[in-house]
C-alpha cells in the first residue's frame, strides 16, 4: 500500500503490516534490450537502445524470458518489489513524497507530490540514468513498469506474511 499521505492516492492502496520471511533478489538494473535479445532473440521495443529498458513485453513474454533463463528466476511479488522499491523508507517514493523529471524518468508537466515541473521525454533513456534507491536499485520509479508476479486485487487490511495475491484472476498486478 501506500501511505495516507500520498498525493493521488487511490481508495484502494491501503497500508498494512506485511512480513516478508524469505530472501529474494532483484537486478539492479531493468532487462535491457540487449539482454532480451540475447535470450529470445528479438526485441520488441519501441525506443530502440541496447541499454534502454526492453518495452513492449506482456507478463507471458516475461514469463517466457524467465524460462530461458533458468529455474532460479522469477517475477517478485508485490510485496517485495514494494519493500525493494522503498529501500527502508516509510515515504510516498525512495525519494521522499516528491518525484521529478530529474530524478525519474517521469512525464516531466506531472511531476509527483510538490516537485517541479520538468522534461518530458516522452520514451525510454538507458537504465542507471538516475541516482539508485539506498540500496543500489536503479530505475525503481519511471521508465518503464515492472511486472509482478501477483495477479491483481484489493489489498486485504490485515496483518500477511509473505503475500503473493489471489491464486487467479483478470489482471497482473504492474
Not at 487511490?10 to 540475447?38: I, P
Not at 540500496?135 to 521508465?143: A, C, E, P, Q, V
Request: charge should be positive; glycine fraction near 10%; include cysteine.
Amino acid at each position: 500500500g501506500s501511505p495516507r499521505r500520498k498525493a493521488n492516492r487511490s481508495w484502494n492502496e491501503r497500508q498494512h503490516k506485511v512480513t516478508l520471511t524469505n530472501g529474494f533478489w532483484l537486478g539492479k538494473y531493468e532487462v535491457t534490450q540487449a539482454e532480451w535479445e540475447s535470450v529470445m532473440g528479438n526485441n520488441p521495443s519501441r525506443f530502440k537502445g541496447s541499454i534502454n529498458p526492453v518495452e513492449q513485453v506482456s507478463w507471458d513474454d516475461v514469463q517466457g524470458y524467465l524460462r530461458k533463463k533458468g529455474s532460479k528466476y522469477r517475477l517478485p511479488t508485490e510485496s517485495e518489489w514494494e519493500y525493494a522499491c522503498r529501500a527502508g523508507t516509510t515515504t510516498a517514493t525512495h525519494y521522499g513524497d516528491s518525484l521529478s523529471s530529474s530524478q525519474a524518468n517521469i512525464l516531466g508537466i506531472s511531476p509527483y507530490g510538490d516537485a517541479s515541473k520538468g522534461q518530458n521525454r516522452y520514451k525510454t533513456i538507458p537504465v542507471g540514468s538516475f541516482k539508485p534507491n539506498a540500496w543500489g536499485l536503479y530505475d525503481m520509479h519511471g521508465n518503464v513498469s515492472e511486472w509482478c508476479s501477483d495477479w491483481y486485487d484489493n489489498y486485504p487490511s490485515g496483518k500477511l506474511t509473505d503475500p503473493a495475491g489471489p491464486s487467479s484472476g483478470k489482471n497482473r498486478v504492474l
